[in-house]
């Protein structure tokens, strides 16, 4: 039977291209037979539910365990009716179990107590099976208020009990630790506390795919096809995506099935930049779902001072663990966005209105014959910048990085006639660089703010734009100072233009605004 890429849902293996979910996840087993109860959390469509729906399948298959996966998500709409969620919940976790599970290990039918329905559920079941449960309870972070407490106060109920009279092991599965999940109606207020769940062993997270991961999905493709993935191929896939698998299986799933369905034809690195291209234009549920996430304060509070190169102010703790746990972020190397694909995809959500806002565009950076012209793509955005950039600044949702933004949605107005844009940005840098690709002209610019009580930042401007131009290949770039001291003139006024020489002896235009 032929396979695919899998973006969707949990993976099937009769017809996608999956990776063995217990090497993953090596830890689980051991906690299990410690009679151990765990949280694993993990951003969304990372795997967790196709690896627990697997390991559950292997853990039965064993005759050691009886296991299934069951998911919580359909009490979400009864949050202050724990009765009527427990309801529900219970009819699906009935479904689950008649259908991944023999007849001989089902859960009995008999009647519950109509309190506390799904403790006694698991004790009931627990006490009649020949063989130790293991439950995996998926989308329990879907919960909240009163549902949320009942249900792990149940669990933890029946901790002491276990195994004779309660699960051996429960997992519970979601987006986010204990401590996040949702308390108050409208979701504003979290936990703070793991204490309904304090049985809990540890929580981990599902962790990206290495670059042998990747090597071993693509050759699965490669296998049953005869198409090859060239290892720059892999490299870059690797690297644009850090091991995410939603974008590691979207990039591939977008080459084979879309940009070149002939399996003769080797998949390189132009193929698959292609296929990060449209990713992000054309911004798939994964990261338009990402991207929502964008406009919360705490989320706020990290993302905007990394997009401007900014030290963190003092925030939370949980804040920065709660933009880990999205996948926003990884903590590796320092606090940084993901990975590159998410570096694109999140100025240019945060610029979507901005650049909506902006009208229609009169492309004089091309020339007649369609090549791009620098020297008018300046002169265009000192017209624009002059004219629109005060009012823009109020259109965006970050307003401390505000001026970029603006920046930012001019030029995809520019790159969407054919170019591309690529940022880098690290906290603590000072500065956001840009890489504008239109045709054979490169340009390199980097973006630096001066702040009240600051020197101007056009020295240190110049020695970190030599250091990206460098690397760029480049003699020439924009240094573009955003001058946010208070009591200045309008920005029509002040906004000019100069040539210096950088140290390293470049040309560089400086913008000032």
């Known amino acids: 039977m032929q396979k695919w890429f899998n973006t969707a849902g949990p993976c099937q293996a009769d017809i996608h291209y999956m990776l063995p979910a217990t090497e993953r996840l090596p830890e689980i087993k051991k906690l299990i037979d410690q009679r151990n109860y765990f949280v694993i959390h993990a951003p969304r469509q990372t795997g967790k539910t196709t690896a627990m729906l697997t390991l559950a399948q292997e853990l039965t298959a064993s005759g050691e365990y009886t296991s299934v996966m069951v998911s919580a998500e359909v009490g979400s709409t009864f949050p202050d009716e724990p009765e009527k969620a427990e309801q529900v919940i219970l009819a699906a976790w009935r479904d689950a179990t008649d259908f991944w599970l023999p007849d001989e290990l089902k859960p009995p039918t008999q009647e519950l107590n109509q309190l506390q329905r799904i403790g006694n559920f698991l004790k009931v079941w627990s006490e009649a099976s020949s063989r130790p449960l293991v439950i995996f309870i998926d989308e329990i972070d879907s919960l909240q208020n009163q549902t949320l407490m009942t249900v792990l106060r149940q669990l933890r109920d029946g901790f002491p009990r276990r195994p004779q009279g309660f699960p051996q092991s429960v997992a519970l599965v979601g987006m986010r630790d204990v401590r996040d999940y949702k308390y108050a109606s409208g979701g504003s207020d979290r936990l703070n506390t793991s204490s309904p769940f304090n049985i809990k062993v540890r929580s981990f997270t599902l962790s990206n795919f290495t670059l042998e991961d990747v090597r071993?999905?693509?050759?699965?493709?490669?296998?049953?096809?005869?198409?090859?993935?060239?290892?720059?191929?892999?490299d870059l896939a690797f690297h644009l995506t850090q091991g995410q698998p939603w974008l590691v299986n979207a990039i591939a799933k977008e080459i084979v099935e879309y940009i070149t369905k002939d399996p003769s034809i080797p998949i390189?690195?132009?193929?698959?930049?292609?296929?990060?291209?449209i990713l992000i234009k054309r911004q798939d549920t994964h990261l338009d779902s990402l991207a929502e996430r964008l406009r919360e304060d705490r989320v706020r509070a990290v993302i905007q001072p990394i997009l401007a190169g900014q030290e963190l102010p003092d925030v939370p703790q949980d804040d920065i663990r709660y933009v880990l746990d999205l996948g926003l972020c990884t903590n590796e190397n320092g606090l940084a966005i993901a990975n590159p694909i998410y570096q694109e995809v999140l100025p240019?959500?945060?610029?979507?209105?901005?650049?909506?806002s902006i009208g229609?565009?009169?492309?004089?950076?091309?020339?007649?014959q369609g090549e791009f012209l620098p020297d008018r793509l300046l002169e265009a955005f000192l017209l624009f910048w002059r004219q629109h950039g005060e009012p823009l600044f109020r259109s965006t949702p970050y307003p401390e990085i505000a001026p970029h933004i603006v920046l930012m949605a001019f030029l995809h107005r520019v790159v969407n006639g054919g170019g591309t844009l690529e940022r880098e940005y690290a906290i603590g840098s000072g500065r956001m660089d840009i890489?504008?690709?239109?045709?054979k002209v490169t340009l390199g610019m980097e973006l630096k703010v001066w702040a009240d009580k600051r020197p101007d930042p056009i020295k240190e401007g110049l020695k970190q734009l030599d250091k990206y131009l460098s690397g760029l290949s480049l003699n020439t770039g924009w240094l573009?100072?955003?001058?946010?001291?208070k009591g200045l003139p309008p920005l029509s006024d002040r906004t000019t233009t100069e040539n210096v020489i950088s140290p390293a002896g470049r040309e560089i235009i400086v913008i000032r605004g």
């Open 348 to 356: 240019r959500v945060l610029a979507y209105v901005t650049t909506a």
């Open 360 to 368: 229609y565009l009169q492309p004089v950076w091309l020339s007649e």
């Open 268 to 277: 390189t690195a132009d193929l698959v930049n292609q296929a990060k291209e």
């Open 435 to 439: 890489c504008l690709k239109y045709g």
């Open 216 to 234: 071993k999905l693509y050759q699965q493709h490669t296998d049953a096809t005869g198409q090859v993935f060239t290892p720059e191929a892999v």
């Open 480 to 485: 573009v100072i955003f001058d946010r001291r």
